[in-house]
């Protein structure tokens, strides 16, 4: 009996650190995994915060210019069709060349089929000489309104002889183009009074 107590005594202790492996051992270092995993978390967390920051501040140091850039963009393509407007705009252009003759017939707006802006089809006319229209053009060219020229035909402007009736030309020219303006204005078009859509209530 005496030489089996060592034994037990050996199985028992083995049995204790087995129970101490299981109890206490194993769920610290299941512990410490989880706090590693979480560790590595919040390290990608804030280098994603980082790279946020850094966007963040790129951002607030181009405020200046892109409110620039959206100012023009207005400037551009305006909220409204503001008829008025354009045709100062294009009768100083005409004041500037020296032509002889100015013509404006503006379109009605229409919405474009993505609906994000409204075009404006409109008729110009003008005579003059040939660096006047040139000059025309050019002015046109650089209107601060966007406008894109989809037609453009350039003849010689004639004149009927009072002695005659034949047509004798001259060395004046006659351009007539047909030039698109746009607008953000999509309560334009056809049936609609050009401008912005306000809510009657209220009225």
């Known amino acids: 009996m005496n030489r089996r107590a060592p034994i037990i005594a050996g199985v028992i202790a083995a049995l204790v650190a087995l129970l101490a492996v299981f109890l206490l051992v194993l769920p610290k270092m299941g512990e410490v995994s989880t706090t590693q995993d979480e560790?590595?978390?919040?390290e990608d967390q804030e280098v994603n915060l980082a790279a946020q920051l850094n966007a963040l501040q790129d951002a607030q140091a181009a405020a200046p210019e892109t409110e620039q850039e959206i100012a023009a963009i207005?400037?551009?393509i305006p909220p409204t069709a503001d008829l008025p407007s354009l045709f100062r705009l294009l009768q100083g252009a005409?004041?500037?060349s020296a032509v002889d003759f100015f013509s404006f017939t503006p379109g009605t707006p229409v919405p474009n089929a993505a609906g994000s802006?409204?075009?404006?089809a409109s008729q110009v006319t003008v005579s003059g000489g040939y660096f006047a229209i040139d000059e025309f053009l050019f002015l046109l060219e650089t209107l601060p309104r966007a406008a894109k020229v989809t037609t453009l035909a350039v003849t010689p402007a004639a004149a009927a002889s009072t002695e005659s009736t034949t047509t004798t030309s001259t060395s004046t020219l006659q351009l007539q183009i047909t030039v698109e303006f746009y607008t953000t204005d999509l309560s334009a078009g056809p049936g609609s009074i050009p401008g912005p859509t306000q809510s009657t209530t209220g009225a």
């Open 117 to 120: 802006f409204s075009t404006i």
């Open 94 to 96: 005409a004041d500037r």
């Open 74 to 76: 207005d400037a551009e």
């Open 39 to 42: 560790l590595q978390t919040a």
